[in-house]
């Protein structure tokens, strides 16, 4: 199977943002617009994520993706299956749940159940804290008392088909992906992996692609300079990795 | 020329209403007989298992429309992923059910099927064009499409396959077609601007 280039586009209160370290956000502008240059420069599939405290977006989902014709995974805030049902009809093929995957992992049952486990995909926010790998929930401002290993083991079990893990500490760095952490997950789960934060050059997905994660997820990479999808698959095409060509 | 989409009831069908229109074409939902029976081309979307899918086709007494539109009427008709595969002679989702038997073949999950790791075929795979045909006009060899599927037709008979994808070596239907009739596995409206272009094809059949 090909490795996919996800992008990843960050949503709060409405408008598309870059994220540094979970707390400190910049406007990039329409989500609309973010995800059709996505799209329109080759990418292989698209994460948005609702970063909103309160004031959820889901309404104008459907809007958002309308000109997107690959593959779109929605996360964020997703409370019950009132809201999955919401999503896929709104055109999401996947949804990534987070903080009910820890405090109601009945859901992921249902999910799984009712769209298959390729509709799901379980996202975990990890921050390494006195050297240990720590999960957090709440868009990273809730310290969980669940491990890495026993969120993967519910994911494993309640039917997942993905797990999405987020480095807290990597996000927006530009320095590089998590490749420990990576490792680590690895270690402990035969789902397909695709790991997120800290893309700053081209070279990173190198490092990381040869580590074998499904997809390689990035938001502000993308985001801030023309046809940089197309630039990185060239790249990654010239050191002859499995990945979709796109032209 | 109008494109119809079959909307049997739930699942996310709104995608190809998208690129559809994205690409300037007209189209329409249609879920009773006589709205089958007044549509065009039709596109057959694949939600649910292929037990549930015949089962209440037959309930809402679609099926037998459909069966005019394919067998009779010889009208364009375009199978998207489980929508291809109740085209096949008979289907192992939950029950087994016998299908539109169009394409004489079996379905049953991957796992089954063929000894593989890959028991989700959940991701881009290029496709082998083995057969020209109008759906496949202007697309590249080995252009990749996004599937999204469990199960797969066996046993069938190649004669009618038009795309292939390897999984493990083993040859699986990536597209099939016998007069106006065609199924792919993939989903034309998630494989980026070559799907969007299958969608041309076909409103043009």
């Not at chain 1, 999401?92 to 009712?114: F, G, H, R």
């Not at chain 2, 994205?22 to 694949?46: A, E, H, M, R, Y």
Request: proline share 2%; hydrophobic share 40%.
């Amino acid at each position: 199977m090909k490795t996919r280039i996800i992008g990843v586009v960050n949503i709060l209160n409405g408008v598309a943002v870059q994220s540094i370290q979970f707390n400190r956000f910049l406007p990039i502008g329409d989500p609309k617009i973010a995800i059709e240059y996505l799209f329109s420069w080759g990418i292989d599939e698209i994460i948005i994520l609702d970063i909103s405290r309160e004031k959820k977006m889901f309404k104008k989902f459907s809007y958002f993706i309308k000109n997107c014709f690959v593959p779109v995974t929605i996360g964020g805030g997703i409370n019950n299956m009132k809201d999955v049902d919401h999503l896929i009809k709104s055109g999401a093929d996947k949804v990534a749940i987070n903080t009910q995957a820890i405090n109601d992992p009945m859901l992921l049952e249902s999910v799984s159940k009712k769209y298959g486990n390729q509709a799901l995909i379980v996202s975990i926010d990890v921050k390494k804290i006195k050297n240990k790998y720590t999960v957090f929930t709440n868009s990273g401002m809730v310290e969980s008392k669940i491990s890495l290993k026993e969120i993967i083991n519910i994911a494993e079990n309640s039917g997942a088909g993905e797990i999405l893990i987020n480095s807290i500490d990597s996000d927006g760095t530009k320095k590089g992906f998590d490749k420990r952490l990576f490792i680590f997950t690895k270690n402990c789960t035969n789902l397909p992996l695709n790991i997120c934060g800290g893309a700053g050059k081209t070279s990173h997905f190198e490092e990381i692609i040869n580590l074998g994660p499904s997809g390689i997820c990035a938001a502000n990479f993308f985001h801030f300079k023309e046809q940089r999808v197309r630039f990185l698959k060239d790249y990654l095409v010239s050191l002859k990795k499995n990945i979709r060509i796109s032209n | 020329m109008k494109i119809s989409i079959l909307d049997s009831g739930f699942g996310n069908i709104r995608g190809i209403k998208n690129a559809l229109s994205f690409i300037n074409l007209d189209c329409n939902f249609v879920k009773n007989k006589t709205q089958i029976s007044n549509s065009n081309s039709i596109i057959i979307p694949g939600v649910g298992s292929f037990y549930q899918t015949i089962k209440r086709f037959k309930k809402k007494k679609i099926y037998d429309e459909l069966v005019k539109h394919i067998f009779i009427k010889k009208k364009p008709m375009l199978g998207i992923c489980l929508g291809m595969q109740i085209l096949f002679s008979n289907g192992n989702e939950d029950k087994e059910i016998n299908g539109f038997n169009l394409f004489k073949g079996n379905v049953d999950s991957i796992n089954n099927t063929c000894n593989s790791e890959l028991t989700h075929n959940v991701g881009w795979q290029n496709i082998k064009i083995v057969k020209k045909n109008l759906l496949f006009k202007g697309i590249p060899d080995n252009e990749s499409f996004y599937f999204a599927h469990k199960y797969t037709p066996y046993n069938f008979n190649k004669l009618n396959v038009t795309a292939t994808y390897r999984n493990n070596g083993k040859k699986m239907i990536a597209a099939i077609n016998k007069k106006n009739a065609y199924g792919v596995q993939f989903h034309p409206e998630k494989s980026g601007k070559f799907g969007l272009k299958v969608l041309k094809n076909f409103s043009e059949i």
